[in-house]
């Protein structure tokens, strides 16, 4: 099994830059597609971003597209995730998540971290 810690998060002011990240634990973490989600107060989980195992290929919801930015280390096992120019909107917990090469769906979540965003 896989387990997925997050880390980084805190209190930031609009404008201000966080960097999230996410130590993974696992014999194949290397190879599976790893993702950020979060979940604002009174919303549902949304997408945030997405990393291939090559980090060749990534993916932005619109709403980030331009402020935030998916890597990976394989080599340590962490994937990150760094936001700038953050927003009150933005406040929410956010969670690190991988995918094995079989699913269609994230088969890992870790606990969290939260994060927010003061105006």
């Known amino acids: 099994q ?27 973490v290397s190879i599976y597609q790893m993702g950020w989600f979060r979940q604002a107060p009174g919303s549902e989980r949304e997408f945030v971003a997405s990393i291939s195992w090559t980090a060749q290929n990534t993916g932005y919801a619109d709403s980030v597209k331009g402020r935030f930015t998916i890597s990976r280390d394989n080599a340590k ?27 269609r769906e994230y088969d890992y979540w870790g606990q969290g ?7």
């Open 2 to 28: 896989v387990q997925l810690v997050e880390s980084g998060g805190g209190l930031m002011q609009a404008g201000g830059s966080l960097r999230l990240s996410c130590a993974a634990s696992g014999s194949s």
């Open 77 to 103: 096992n962490t994937l990150y995730l760094r936001m700038n120019s953050l927003k009150p909107e933005d406040t929410a917990v956010y969670y690190c998540a991988a995918k094995r090469p079989l699913s």
């Open 113 to 119: 971290t939260q994060v927010t965003v003061s105006s």
